[in-house]
């Protein structure tokens, strides 16, 4: 049986589809067996992981690809107008044109609209779906202020999608669809997050991410240096429902023998500051001091389980303290370095206990380290996995830490808190945000507007109109003033208006 469509739902899931038709039943047959579309999410904006959409399509042309506000959804768009005594808010989830501007752009134009979701469909009728899933919808700069989750599909699904809302809109009848984030279930989460000492959006990130990966990695209550969540009533036991395993990007092309290790050719990154003081070389030091720090202070839960190290409290703050106290620039206090780097370690109990093991390392295994680094690589540094599966969305803690949670086949205490502390569902918040404006805001606006225009008419009129009487009156009495004394002169003067 089909939802009914004047609905909202927000309901649980394994499937890893993102886009499941639900009506009509014409287009759920087009996508046989299970009416389901695949598509490339977003790498901005919220997707709802662990969550579900379920709305309706809209999908209104536009002569700019849906790059400027030249298309509206009206009131009516977002509104049941069925007996109820109040109008119930529904999903809405607005198909817009790829082409002639940035993602961000479209998504962003449609959410001031009041969507809730966005389907990109692309410009490119060649494209199969299982090459559109391998395009990156990238961020333009400006992907901030977008807060609501989109999807790209192909072509040819975008356009049975986009004709099936314009035929149920045209006969009054709603296409309904349901949007899935799902990640790859397990009992115990395993994180791989692909950094560089070098960059300092990583270390903004796992500074803001800490107090969540505390939480979720088992750090005990008394050792955490980020904010503590529990649940209420009672704390809950330190027990560890998360790998995180950072890796460093290292790569084998061949750069500057500046930015390589022991300069030469075969473990490289890229030079942090461009023609600033540090090199590629410092940054590679830098990360050998880092792994060696991962190596001997993560916890494991037995000797069977060396070699693959698990969680790391020291680790994470140290990365927040070496970038707070080493800087990649001079005149800022304590430069980027080993010197600065030791100190740093030395204020932190654990890396000061294994300090000389940690020296130890840096000078006996660092071939070996960077070695693994290059034999598991990704598509770049913040690149990020959940269960070997690939996170796509912002890279910021709350996404993050939502998509995390939705890898657990039910919801540990820790999520549930943190969901709290995140203000509830994201599906609620963004259900909760109304168009930029409505039918009857623009009509109001439009009403005020005219008023005012007309009021500083009629200012304008009677103002223009005084100041022309006084200007004839003062000209004619200058006439006079002519015609009685300065006939004389033989001079003729007159009134010009223009």
């Known amino acids: 049986m089909v939802p009914s469509p004047r609905l909202f739902a927000l309901v649980a899931s394994l499937s890893l589809a993102q886009i499941t038709v639900l009506s009509p039943q014409s287009l759920v047959k087009h996508f046989a067996p299970d009416g389901k579309v695949q598509g490339s999410t977003a790498t901005f904006g919220a997707p709802l992981y662990g969550e579900v959409v379920q709305g309706r399509l809209i999908y209104v042309p536009s002569a700019s690809h849906h790059c400027k506000d030249d298309y509206t959804l009206w009131a009516d768009e977002f509104y049941d107008e069925s007996e109820v005594e109040e109008k119930t808010l529904v999903a809405s989830v607005v198909i817009v044109d790829r082409g002639s501007c940035t993602f961000v752009t479209k998504v962003k134009l449609a959410q001031e609209h009041g969507a809730h979701a966005v389907i990109v469909v692309d410009n490119d009728s060649t494209k199969s779906t299982a090459e559109i899933q391998q395009v990156i919808m990238g961020d333009d700069g400006w992907g901030n202020e977008v807060t609501i989750p989109s999807i790209l599909v192909s072509y040819q699904d975008g356009r049975q999608l986009q004709e099936a809302a314009q035929d149920q809109r045209d006969n009054n009848r709603d296409a309904m669809i349901k949007l899935e984030w799902d990640v790859p279930q397990s009992h115990d989460a395993v994180v791989d997050f692909w950094t560089s000492s070098g960059s300092r ?3 903004a990130f796992l500074t803001a991410f800490r107090p969540f990966a505390e939480s979720l990695g088992g750090v005990p209550l008394d050792q955490r240096g980020g904010n503590v969540f529990f649940s209420k009533g009672k704390q809950n036991k330190e027990k560890r429902r998360m790998d995180f395993i950072p890796h460093y990007y290292i790569s084998k092309i061949p750069q500057s023998t500046a930015n390589c290790y022991k300069n030469e050719e075969k473990y490289c990154v890229e030079d942090p500051d461009g023609t600033g003081p540090i090199t590629g070389r410092d940054v590679i030091d830098e990360d050998l001091r880092q792994m060696c720090l991962w190596k001997l202070t993560s916890d494991m839960e037995d000797q069977e389980d060396v070699g693959r190290e698990r969680f790391s409290g020291t680790w994470f703050e140290y990365i927040r303290l070496f970038h707070e106290r080493c800087h990649l620039s001079t005149g800022h206090g304590k430069m980027f370095g080993e010197d600065c780097s030791y100190e740093v370690m030395q204020s932190l109990p654990e890396a000061k206990e294994e300090l000389s093991n940690i020296k130890k390392c840096v000078r006996t295994d660092a071939e070996t380290l960077l070695h693994m680094q290059t034999k598991n690589t990704a598509w770049g540094v913040l690149a990020l996995r959940i269960n070997g599966w690939r996170f796509r969305g912002a890279l910021e803690p709350e ?20 969901i ?65 004394f300065g006939q004389e002169k033989g001079k003729e003067q007159y009134l010009s208006l223009d």
């Open 201 to 203: 959006e990583a270390a």
């Open 399 to 418: 996404t993050v830490t939502r998509a995390i949670c939705a890898s657990f086949p039910w919801e540990p205490p820790e999520c549930k808190d943190m």
């Open 420 to 484: 709290e502390h995140f203000g509830g569902r994201k599906v609620d918040k963004i259900m909760n945000q109304k168009p930029l404006l409505s039918l009857e805001e623009i009509l109001l606006i439009g009403l005020g507007c005219a008023v005012v225009v007309t009021a500083i008419l009629c200012v304008y009129r009677c103002t223009y109109e005084g100041s022309l009487r006084n200007l004839v009156r003062e000209e004619v009495m200058l006439e006079m003033k002519n015609a009685v």
